[in-house]
């Protein structure tokens, strides 16, 4: 029995899409986030400056005792070097791999979608992993950077126009590639799911890396033995480093049912 908490990081607040399934999951774990909400997007940014941000988040992590890390960033899975990853002192995770695998075993005709931020895309981290799990799969990879600022200014509603004309633009290309599976990834596109569904027709599966993330994590933790032991009652603590308006105003869209909890502003740069 371990009642350290899990600690997840995200460049901003969609990594909160990755806390709720974690709470549904894992209801007895207590949780500390960290949102960069002061350097957001990571998606934008050159390798360099991501890995530097991401060992900052992780070293805030690291001070609050936490057992196991969770990078719930696509960008950050993405370009944070798995041979640093390995030398941390608790486990690591990012949400790429549990997306890949998930996505191996849902297609039926080898043809898989993958959206994502400028960086997650140039990457190529998952079509590395899914070239290693289907051979032969045909990839059809598309940046759909306003994504983001769409979820965040509220444009989630079921056919809102705005959103629907910018699924269109991206979207139209890998749908009409023929994918039976797409992954969502970036933890904010989630939320838009629906309308991603609807526009992408009932034969395509969804991966949503958070939540698959979310299914290994409890997994690794009980094999680990790093689980607490509790049925339920897990707290979770919010950190982020602008101003805590943003967070306020946004929970809700993010957490749906486990909104609510005090926020702490903090300085990054200092770890």
């Known amino acids: 029995m371990d009642t350290r908490p899990i600690g997840v990081f995200d460049s901003g607040l969609g990594g909160l899409t990755a806390v709720r399934q974690l709470r549904r999951v894992l209801p007895g774990e207590d949780i500390v986030y960290f949102g960069d909400t002061g350097r957001v997007p990571y998606g934008s940014r050159g390798r360099q400056t991501i890995v530097q941000y991401a060992r900052q988040d992780i070293r805030f992590l ?62 190529g981290s998952y079509a590395a992993q899914l070239r290693e799990l289907v051979p032969g799969v045909q990839i059809v990879a598309r940046a759909c950077p306003l994504f983001v600022p769409l979820v965040e200014n509220g444009h989630v509603g079921d056919g809102d126009p705005v959103t629907t004309l910018v699924i269109d633009q991206y979207l139209r290309e890998v749908r009409d590639a023929g994918v039976d599976t797409l992954i969502l990834g970036c933890t904010h596109y989630p939320l838009l799911k629906k309308m991603i569904g609807e526009y992408m027709g009932d034969a395509v599966t969804l991966i949503d890396p958070g939540k698959v993330t979310a299914i290994e994590t409890a997994a690794a933790l009980a094999d680990l033995d790093l689980t607490s032991g509790r049925a339920e009652g897990g707290r979770v603590r919010y950190y982020v480093s602008d101003t805590p308006e943003a967070f306020t105003e946004l929970e809700t869209l993010f957490l749906g049912e486990y909104a609510g909890g005090a926020v702490e502003q903090i300085a990054i740069e200092t770890y």
């Open 62 to 123: 690291l001070s609050q005792n936490v057992k196991f890390l969770m990078a719930a960033c696509g960008t950050v899975s993405s370009t944070y070097p798995s041979d640093e990853a390995a030398r941390l002192p608790v486990p690591y995770t990012g949400v790429v791999g549990a997306a890949a695998r998930k996505a191996a075993q849902a297609t039926r005709n080898g043809r898989v979608g993958v959206i994502g931020t400028a960086a997650t895309i140039r990457s």
